[in-house]
């Protein structure tokens, strides 16, 4: 997929554990697209109560944390999100519309915004 200029949404069931696998995709035309190379690469994904808040809900990077981790899959230009089961429940505490942020670094440290949007919290048949 190529860089979104426009929000990407994203649901989650309380009580499961979420995945999701994003891809870059370069060229310059639709078929001529190839998969931007993100060896050495780092990643972050933030959840927010809103926009500007300074503290995220749930942070997430290629470094693994409780919360979860982002993996990035090298010349496949694969981005895979992952967060847990106990974090998905701590988010029904918050309202049901809340953002997200996916920001790439490259080994330079330049940060791109890959992906933004709305993450709605919609419970379905999981139950703790």
Do not use: C
Request: aromatic share 6%; glycine share 8%; no cysteine.
């Amino acid at each position: 997929m190529p860089i979104s200029r426009k929000p990407i949404p994203v649901t989650i069931d309380p009580f499961s554990d979420f995945a999701l696998t994003l891809r870059w995709l370069l060229g310059p035309t639709q078929q001529s697209l190839a998969p931007k190379d993100l060896t050495d690469w780092t990643a972050l994904w933030e959840i927010r109560q809103q926009p500007q808040d300074s503290s995220p809900i749930v942070s997430i990077s290629t470094t693994p944390n409780v919360q979860g981790q982002v993996t990035l899959g090298g010349a496949a230009g694969t981005i895979g999100l992952a967060v847990g089961r106990a974090t998905t429940a701590e988010l029904l505490a918050y309202p049901l519309s809340l953002g997200h942020t996916l920001i790439l670094i490259d080994p330079n440290g330049a940060r791109t915004t890959f992906a933004f949007g709305h993450v709605s919290v919609t419970p379905g048949n999981a139950h703790p």
